[in-house]
């Protein structure tokens, strides 16, 4: 699977971005998608993932109700919607997929098969 990564930017604390990584190579539908994010000095971490069946989706506290992933079937590409914003949300965000990953396992860097280039947040106070 072949992912791009678009959206990102600068942007004052408290504002949004939009996210999306386009797929191809597979239907998005039959494959698990997750976002995953990388700060300067950091690991990388689980942002947001969204179960292959489209019926579960998984966030990390830390970006619990400002964050929402979605998914559009039709146009295979999955959407990272980001808002009030925080300058510690300033990282690359990276999109990945696995066709064989499970529930337990969906906020699992290494259940992840495919990787997108990444896609720099800057978040500034």
């Known amino acids: 699977v072949q992912l791009v990564e678009s959206g990102g930017g600068l942007v004052q604390a408290g504002g949004s971005l939009r996210l999306s990584c386009a797929a191809s190579?597979?239907?998005?539908?039959?494959?698990?998608t997750g976002w995953f994010r990388q700060a300067p000095g950091k690991e990388r971490e689980f942002v947001a993932a969204i179960f292959r069946s489209g019926t579960t989706t998984r966030y990390a506290d830390s970006v619990k109700g400002r964050f929402t992933m979605l998914r559009d079937n039709a146009k295979d590409t999955v959407y990272l919607q980001m808002n009030s914003l925080k300058p510690e949300d300033t990282a690359v965000y990276y999109c990945a997929t696995g066709s064989r990953i499970i529930l337990s396992s969906m906020t699992a860097e290494s259940a992840y098969d495919d990787w997108g280039q990444g896609t720099q947040v800057t978040v500034s106070s």
């Open positions: 190579g597979r239907t998005i539908r039959t494959i698990t």
